[in-house]
């Protein structure tokens, strides 16, 4: 019987001398020798186990060893184990090709050398102990992968679920802002206007006074509007990506003096939430990119829906950023875009051409409706 963690060969032969004969000869503690005395035997011990090798008489009654070696090629299990024809001396030719047409790899003729028998035995045993520790290695690295595949996915998911989450977050608290302190500032305003209205014209003091607190209070109302919009800007909600795109685009010429020409769809673009929000974050990633590192005077933006992605294409007139930043870039600001735009299943392309500018072309795939 097999032995587990052994290499197993199977002797075949209708001669119990023979195979016993075989036996005292193969005998050895690193491999198990198993013994049939006939085709339709070894055909049901090599459904069941694997074998390092096949021994087997070409001569036997009923199912010969030709048979049985076309029978042994046939099964997947066995499919590729070696086959050694046990020949008497007499064999001619045509039969000893017969044998390799069904699949033996060698022919040892009787009678046998115990010395080349065993060490071409022992060859195919190592053969097959080296197979079954790469087998082994495949089957540990296919884990591996699997593993490292199934945690890439679970991080993805991750991102995806933190950036909504700090999305939502800001939302809220733009919102917050904006609505709480926003009015009551406002009221404070009011009530102020109703208390100047009513207080006396001297000392002058007074009224100066008054005046610097209604500067700094519209003062405050622009900061709050400013960091309510800083945080998510309305437009994105109230009138989508296109609009957002085109305010960003304004509010970054006023602040930089970089012209943006922009070249966008007139009547908006319809997209979910999170895509708006997507490529909204990776323009202004874009943007800040520009006026940090490129040094540039002016910019394209185009944004359009073709077929079934959304396509940005940011061309800056700068310096060009270099390929192997493209390439290897560890930074957050690309890495944070790429990974933005991956899950949606969507890319970005960045080219630096030096002296000259870079283009960012942003795609992303319309959900399936
Ligand atoms: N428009 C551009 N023109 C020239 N170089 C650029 C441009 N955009 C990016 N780069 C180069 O690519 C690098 C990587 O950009 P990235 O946005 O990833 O990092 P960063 O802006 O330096 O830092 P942060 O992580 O805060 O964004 C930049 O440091 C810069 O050298
Ligand atoms: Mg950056």
Not at 27 to 52: C, I, T
Not at 146 to 158: D, F, I, W
Not at 245 to 260: E, L, N, P, Y
């Amino acid at each position: 019987m097999p032995v587990p963690g052994r290499a197993n060969i199977l002797v075949v032969d209708d001669d119990r001398r023979n195979r016993e004969a075989l036996q005292e000869l193969l005998q050895d503690p690193g491999q198990n020798l198993v013994l049939a005395d006939s085709g339709e035997q070894a055909l049901r011990y090599v459904l069941k186990d694997d074998f390092a090798v096949i021994l087997l008489d070409a001569r036997m009654p009923g199912v010969d060893g030709f048979e049985t070696a076309r029978l042994i090629r046939e099964r997947p299990r066995s499919r590729n184990t070696p086959i050694i024809f046990l020949t008497a001396a007499y064999e001619d030719l045509p039969s000893v090709f017969r044998g390799y047409e069904v699949g033996a790899v060698d022919y040892i003729v009787k009678p046998l050398i115990p010395e080349v028998l065993k060490s071409k035995i022992s060859v195919f045993v190592e053969l097959y102990e080296k197979n079954a520790v790469l087998t082994r290695e495949i089957a540990e690295r296919r884990l591996a992968e699997q593993q490292l595949r199934e945690s890439e996915e679970n991080l993805r998911a991750l991102t995806a679920r933190l950036q909504s989450a700090v999305e939502e977050e800001r939302t809220r608290i733009a919102r917050e802002i904006h609505d709480e302190l926003g009015q009551a500032l406002t009221g404070i305003k009011m009530d102020l206007a109703w208390v100047t209205d009513r207080l006396p014209k001297q000392p002058r003091t007074l009224v100066t006074k008054m005046k610097s607190v209604f500067r700094l209070i519209d003062g405050t109302i622009q900061s709050v509007r400013r960091i309510a919009t800083g945080l998510r800007p309305e437009v994105l909600d109230e009138a989508g990506l296109a609009a957002a795109v085109g305010w960003q685009a304004r509010d970054f010429q006023k602040r930089t003096g970089i012209r943006c020409r922009l070249e966008l769809p007139a009547d908006g673009i319809a997209l979910d939430r999170e895509r708006s929000t997507a490529t909204f974050r990776i323009f202004q990633e874009i943007l800040t990119n520009v006026a940090r590192h490129a040094n540039a005077t002016k910019i394209d933006i185009a944004l359009q829906l073709d077929g079934n992605a959304l396509t940005l294409k940011v061309e800056d007139n700068g310096k060009g950023i270099a390929n192997t930043v493209v390439d290897r870039s560890q930074s957050l600001g690309l890495l944070g875009m790429r990974e933005r735009a991956s899950l949606f299943g969507g890319k970005i392309d960045i080219a630096g051409t030096p002296g000259q500018g870079t283009r960012v072309v942003v795609s992303i795939p319309q959900a399936r409706k």
